[in-house]
Structure formats: C-alpha cells, structure tokens
C-alpha cells in the first residue's frame, strides 16, 4: 500500500536525522493518543494523515468530520502539554505533487529542526 510506503520513508528519513525516534509514542497521561512518531527529548511529534481515501471510494478516518474533530482535540492538547507537531499528508511524498502544491520535501522539513532555533 502506497501510504505504508511513504510512512516508511518517513521512518527512515527521522532515523537519518534524529538519533532518537519513537514510534506511536503515547504522549498523554491518561487518554491514549498516540503520536505516529516522536522525538520525546525535543517535544517534537510528526504525524503522516496519509491519503483522503483508502481507494475504492472510502473516506478515510482523517477525511470524516469526526476524525478531523477528534485530530484536533489531540493535537490542541498535544500543543498545550509543550509538543511541536509536524504533519505530512501523501502529497509530500511525490516529488510533482510537491511542486504542484508547492509543498517542501519532508526531509527538507525535518532537517531546520535539526538546527538550532534562530527566534
């Protein structure tokens, strides 16, 4: 499956750059939200929506109202807890659809966290 691909790659792009990197890391004390990675030392999380669909027609959990609702109650409080999130759909994964949309590579992405913050 094409998502299981790029998600892949957004594993082997984090390992390449952090030397710590957690998968499905539980975040929260007492309700069991998971991040599709961490970096827990940096407060860092990174999520991969992956595609709208799942073929066939089905929307996907993230492209209901529900899911989106339920995205956004996670991530608020992900935020208020101190965590920096940092989201990549399927479109990031393609070079053309990058350019495109005018979307930056993830590697691109996940390297400026690498340096140290300039604000």
Same mark, same amino acid.
């Given at each position: ?11 082997? +792009? ?5 030397? $710590?990197?957690?998968? %499905? ?5 007492? =309700?069991?939200?998971? #991040? ?29 109202? +529900? ?5 956004? $109650?996670?991530?608020? %409080? ?5 965590? =920096?999130?940092?989201? #990549? ?31």
């Amino acid at each position: 499956m094409k998502g299981d691909a790029n998600k892949f790659q957004l594993a082997m +792009t984090l390992r390449n750059l952090f030397k $710590e990197v957690s998968d %499905e890391h539980c975040f929260h004390p007492t =309700r069991k939200w998971r #991040f599709d990675f961490a970096i827990p030392s940096m407060k860092l999380a990174i999520e991969y929506n992956g595609h709208g669909s799942t073929g066939g027609g089905h929307i996907g959990r993230h492209a209901t109202i +529900t899911g989106m609702s339920g995205d956004c $109650e996670k991530l608020n %409080e992900a935020q208020r807890l101190g965590w =920096r999130i940092v989201q #990549f759909t399927a479109l990031h994964f393609s070079e053309a659809s990058r350019k495109k949309h005018k979307l930056t590579a993830p590697y691109e992405t996940l390297k400026a966290f690498t340096k140290p913050s300039t604000i």
